[in-house]
């Protein structure tokens, strides 16, 4: 380590360390939570400063959410996790860009196919008129985020030719003049079976969050019955709720 405190600085300690700290994890080493970062007691003797100055410094970043400390584990680099709310409806594409982060699509297949029962049942179709189904694997350039599938009601005229590296509701208003209204969703947890955990390069029986959703029209008319699979270490959910007085 390198790095030493500026005696004759107005920056109290506990400034420069946290500043010190905001260095390393950025760092190639860090950055991914790979490794632990250095520890209080080991900081403080090298520095010349009570562990209480160190730990202020940690709290900052901490209480910032930029680092996690476990007790006699040690200390690591939050994963970034996208974070969305079930009363904001906005698409993922324009999520990410909300935080920053540039959208990578891993994936985007389309196809004209027989569909699962649940969707011939969601969209109110007979059986076995074939619907068109969408699938792709979104992320960053870190990681592989989603697997998302959609099935579409054969009155939206979906016709396999569209681009759908666009937003899909501005594509389905632009070019299919659906313009969509309400999200009817559940979630849910489930474990990664292997397709899953080979889709989403994760461990079979890891922890993933599953949202089904039925997208709507203004007349409630049933448009698009969507499956998402999110990679847990990096999506999360919030939602809010209001007491009833």
């Known amino acids: 380590m390198d790095f030493k ?102 994936a985007i297949d389309v196809s004209h196919i027989n569909a699962i029962d649940e969707a011939y049942d969601a969209l109110g179709i007979s059986k076995p008129k074939k619907l068109w189904k969408l699938e792709k694997i979104r992320g960053s350039k870190k990681a592989k985020y989603l697997y998302s599938v959609s099935y579409f009601h054969p009155r939206v005229g979906i016709t396999g030719h569209e681009d759908f590296t666009v937003p899909l509701y501005e594509l389905l208003e632009n070019q299919h003049d659906t313009l969509v209204a309400t999200s009817k969703e559940k979630i849910s947890a489930i474990r990664a079976d292997k397709d899953l955990a080979t889709v989403l390069e994760v461990a ?32 999360t959910y919030d939602i809010e709720i209001k007491r009833e007085l």
């Not at 993922?92 to 959208?103: D, L, S």
């Not at 203004?218 to 999110?230: L, M, Q, S, T």
């Open 5 to 106: 405190l500026d005696q004759k600085s107005p920056i109290p300690f506990h400034a420069q360390i946290e500043g010190y700290l905001r260095t390393l994890i950025v760092q190639e080493q860090y950055r991914n939570g790979n490794s632990f970062l250095p520890n209080e007691v080991t900081l403080a003797k090298k520095l010349g400063v009570s562990r209480n100055t160190v730990r202020q410094a940690v709290n900052t970043l901490v209480n910032e959410q930029l680092i996690a400390r476990k007790k006699g584990v040690g200390t690591k680099v939050v994963n970034k996790r996208i974070t969305t709310r079930l009363d904001n409806w906005i698409s993922f594409t324009k999520e990410m860009r909300k935080q920053g982060i540039e959208v990578v699509n891993y």
């Open 204 to 235: 079979i029986d890891m922890p993933i969050l599953k949202r089904e959703r039925l997208v709507c029209d203004a007349g409630d008319r049933p448009v698009e019955y969507n499956i998402v699979y999110y990679h847990t270490d990096y999506f």
